[in-house]
Each structure stands twice: as C-alpha cells, then as structure tokens.
C-alpha cells in the first residue's frame, strides 16, 4: 500500500457520498481515480487525492448534468491542466532564479 497521510475506503466514501459501489467501479473503470489498494472493489482504499477526484466527478455530474464519459474525459483535461501549472510555475522559478544572478 502507497504510504498516504489520508486514506479513505471505498466503503467510507459510498456512505460519506451516498453512491453505490458500482459507481465507484464506473469511476474507476474511466480512470478518474485508482485505489491505492484491494483486490476486491468492496476491499479498494483510495489516497486523499484518489478520493478528491472522485468528489470532483460526483459534483461535475450533479452540476453538469454530463454523461460519465463525458466526465472522464473533464476529469482528464483537468489533470492535465493542474500538471500544466504545477510544471509553469516551476519553470518560472527557475527562471527567476536564472534572471537573478
């Protein structure tokens, strides 16, 4: 199992959402978030960032009103944005850095 300050069961996410574990499979399924551990989906665990992607599908969908596939592919651009600016504003400081001296 991934070492994760946060943990959460899928068991704790279906009663704290109040989804079904065929939803979370679905989620799972596109890819939205992996379990960082079980081999069962009744056994899954999820990491806090696992479980906060999960979160953002449930309220895109609510929201939205967007098919799950639809989700997904949201979901991916997302990440994908996030890694963007994670990768941006490093560049940026090296750059700084650069610039300084």
């Given at each position: 199992m991934?070492?994760?300050?946060?943990?959460?069961t899928v068991a704790e996410f279906c009663e704290r959402e109040g989804v079904d574990y065929r939803l979370v499979l679905t989620l799972v399924e596109l890819e939205i978030a992996q379990p960082i551990a079980g081999d069962d989906v009744q056994e899954w665990v999820f990491d806090a960032t696992g479980a906060r992607w999960l979160e953002k599908?449930?309220?895109l969908k609510?929201?939205?009103?967007l098919e799950w596939d639809a989700i997904g592919m949201?979901?991916?651009?997302?990440r994908q944005r996030e890694e963007l600016q994670r990768e941006n504003a490093a560049l940026?400081?090296?750059?700084?850095r650069f610039l300084a001296d």
């Open positions: 991934k070492n994760s300050l946060v943990q959460v599908a449930l309220c609510r929201d939205l009103e949201l979901v991916l651009l997302m940026q400081q090296r750059l700084r």
